[in-house]
């Protein structure tokens, strides 16, 4: 299945507590779309959260982080890893 990693900002300050609260929201609305969230990691100074999930598609991926709460702001294919 794809990988994307999906980027949202205005995140300023968030927490720990705060990051795995949005983390948990994605994983309770990700099966509605097939997807599954690996990975999340958060830079507070910046405000910038970054998920990798694999999905159907970029649409699945946008879907679920709209259910969740939470719109990302950009999602980038990650068809090449090592």
């Known amino acids: 299945m794809p990988k994307f ?3 949202t900002r205005g995140m300023t300050g968030i927490t720990a507590e705060q990051l795995d609260e949005a983390h948990r929201a994605d994983l309770a609305a990700e099966h509605a779309e097939g997807v599954h969230f690996e990975h999340v990691w ?3 100074g910046s405000g910038t ?9 970029e649409d699945a991926v946008r879907r679920v982080h709209e259910l969740a709460g ?5 999602i980038h ?3 090449l890893r090592v």
């Open 5 to 7: 990693m999906d980027v």
């Open 42 to 44: 958060a830079d507070p």
């Open 49 to 57: 959260v970054f998920c990798l999930s694999e999905a159907p598609s």
């Open 70 to 74: 939470h719109p990302v702001d950009e």
């Open 77 to 79: 294919p990650v068809p």
